[in-house]
């Protein structure tokens, strides 16, 4: 069964300390991986996907990576409005999520 | 582009009572998705919808949960009896290439059974 994990589940960082999220998983056949941010009362919003190891995407103060085993959502001098759920997902059709990280941006 | 439409935004209900929520996705997107989001967990997926035609429904707890997507545009998902437990967001997502871009989510429901 497919499985995506996401460490760590809560992260609070001042403004401008950069940090990495985790997202593993262990799937049958990895189509793609893919990063969503939601916002309290929102629907997840779209940011990347990852299809090979190696591959990696950028935006703004956003770093998504991908390995065999696991992807990194790196962030980069974050500020408050950087604050929201980062979801990870695995899939292509149908995709299945991880529970998210919370993240904190303290001014 | 207008977005995924749900609606309405929040209900409450007795247990034992039935529900229905709506959803209009990204004009000319084939593929529509419900999931539902208990609070702290990632979303998780009830039911795909190919056009008109269901395509996975594999997780949708047939027995109270039922949905439809008539001419292949607008759906509904209904909850008859709702239980405590089926307290959560649903959310309605919509896409067109498999896989490219992602989904596009609606704001989603949220649901609070008493």
């Known amino acids: 069964e497919d499985q995506v994990t996401q460490s760590p589940e809560a992260l609070r960082l001042q403004e401008g300390e950069s940090s990495s999220l985790n997202c593993s998983y262990t799937?049958?056949?990895?189509?793609?991986l893919f990063w969503y941010r939601q916002d309290p009362g929102k629907g997840p919003e779209f940011l990347f996907t990852l299809y090979s190891a190696g591959e990696e995407k950028e935006k703004e103060r956003l770093k998504a990576t991908l390995t065999k085993k696991e992807s990194f959502l790196h962030i980069t001098a974050p500020k408050p409005e950087d604050s929201a759920t980062y979801l990870c997902a695995v899939g292509d059709d149908k995709i299945i999520f991880g529970k998210g990280t919370r993240l904190h941006i303290l001014p | 582009e207008a977005g995924v439409a749900q609606s309405p935004r929040y209900k409450i209900i007795e247990k034992r009572q039935s529900v229905a929520f709506w959803c209009n996705p990204i004009s000319g997107h084939a593929t529509l998705y419900w999931y539902q989001q208990i609070l702290g967990q990632g979303p998780k997926l009830l039911i795909q919808?190919?056009?008109?035609?269901?395509?996975?429904d594999s997780q949708l707890p047939k027995d109270r949960f039922s949905a439809e997507r008539l001419k292949g545009v607008d759906s509904t998902l209904k909850i008859q009896p709702a239980k405590l437990e089926d307290s959560a967001v649903y959310l309605c997502a919509s896409s067109s290439l498999t896989g490219v871009y992602g989904y596009t989510f609606g704001s989603g429901t949220r649901l609070t059974v008493v």
């Open positions: 799937v049958s056949g990895l189509r793609g």
């Open positions: 919808f190919q056009n008109n035609g269901v395509v996975d």
